[in-house]
C-alpha cells in the first residue's frame, strides 16, 4: 500500500478484491499531476526548522540594531 497523504486509509472490513480497488481508485482523487513530496513528519521537520532559523536570524538582527545604534 502507498502512501496517499492525508487520505484516510481503506476501511478494515472491506473483502481484498474491494481493499485492491479502493487503493487502486484512490490516486485519481488526488489529481492528474498531483504528487505526495513529504510525509507529515517531514514537514513538521522542516517547520521546526523554519521557526527556528527565523528566531535566530530576528535574534541576530536585534543585536545588530543595538550594536549600530550604540545601545550595547
Known amino acids: ?30 489529481g492528474k499531476d498531483a504528487m505526495i513530496i513529504c510525509n507529515e513528519r517531514q514537514l513538521l521537520a522542516v517547520y521546526a526548522i523554519a521557526l527556528f532559523a527565523a528566531v535566530v536570524s530576528l535574534v541576530i538582527l536585534n543585536a545588530a540594531v543595538d550594536c549600530l545604534s550604540g545601545a550595547y
Open 1 to 30: 500500500m502507498g502512501y496517499y497523504g492525508r487520505m484516510p486509509p481503506p476501511r478494515g472490513d472491506l473483502p481484498p478484491a474491494e481493499r485492491k480497488k479502493v487503493l487502486d481508485e484512490m490516486p485519481s482523487y488526488l
